[in-house]
Nanobody
Framework: QVQLVESGGGLVQAGGSLRLSCAAS??????MGWFRQAPGKEREFVAS????????YYLDFVKGRFAISRDRAKNTVYLQMNTLKPEDTAVYYC???????????????????WGQGTQVTVSS
């Protein structure tokens, strides 16, 4: 069993930055990912990182602005979000999924555990 707790969300002006954190407890041999869900929209993939940390993937819209990383010693994954846009407003969810050490997961149904979500609001 894995428990995930997100933090770091908030209100920021367009062009600003936020760093989300996801602390994991329990077994941590998982690929980790971030998804987001805006009102009235489906939950979408944002970024993921392999258990080894060597591979990562990003939604095209956030490439060059967001960076995912993980600290295995702290069992924590981060999402650094820069140059935020109003379109980035959503609830952001952390997720964990079983995979090979070098594999990052991109599909929602590949993930086994989810956090409760943290709100990110970007004002124009």
């Amino acid at each position: 069993q894995v428990q995930l707790v997100e933090s770091g969300g908030g209100l920021v002006q367009a062009g600003g930055s936020l760093r989300l954190s996801c602390a994991a407890s329990g077994r941590t041999l998982y690929a980790m990912g971030w998804f987001r869900q805006a009102p009235g929209k489906e939950r979408e993939f944002v970024a993921s990182i392999s258990w080894s940390g060597g591979n990562s993937y990003y939604l095209d819209f956030v490439k060059g602005r967001f960076a995912i990383s993980r600290d295995r010693a702290k069992n924590t994954v981060y999402l650094q979000m820069n140059t935020l846009k109003p379109e980035d407003t959503a609830v952001y969810y952390c997720a964990a999924g079983r995979s090979l050490p070098g594999t990052a997961l991109t599909r929602r149904n590949e993930y086994d555990y989810w956090g409760q979500g943290t709100q990110v609001t970007v004002s124009s």
